[in-house]
């Protein structure tokens, strides 16, 4: 799968609307036949900050992704609500969810 964790940096003034303004956006990645998962989280140490995680399949899905038509609209629409330009990071990983973090894992309720 590709796997990408990206971190936008919202002007204050939009920070708390950002859901909103990208609704649109994480609607149609969500729908995306090869989107593994799209999630916004924001951060506790920096409320203008909000990371996304995202997945796709394969290359073909990723593809699709970035030539869909909100993708494009997000390119025209999103920058205006930005104080800076995103951060990513990219990989290709060999699995297709996620897996587990044996170090918590939790095994009983005491």
């Known amino acids: 799968m590709i796997f990408i964790t990206a971190k936008f940096k919202v002007r204050?003034?939009?920070?708390?609307?950002?859901?909103?303004?990208v609704a649109d956006f994480t609607?149609?990645?969500?729908?995306?036949?090869?989107?593994?998962w799209f999630d916004w989280s924001r951060s506790i140490a920096d409320p203008t900050e909000y990371v996304l995680v995202e997945a796709f399949r394969d290359d073909d899905a990723g593809a699709a992704h970035v030539q869909s038509e909100h993708f494009k609209t997000a390119q025209r629409t999103l920058p205006r609500h930005l104080a800076e330009t995103?951060?990513?990071?990219?990989?290709?990983?060999?699995?297709?969810d996620w897996s587990l973090l044996g170090e918590m894992a939790v095994t009983g309720m005491e």
């Open 12 to 21: 204050p003034e939009h920070a708390d609307q950002w859901p909103e303004i």
């Open 27 to 36: 609607a149609g990645s969500r729908g995306e036949p090869g989107c593994l």
């Open 86 to 96: 995103p951060r990513i990071v990219n990989a290709k990983i060999p699995q297709d």
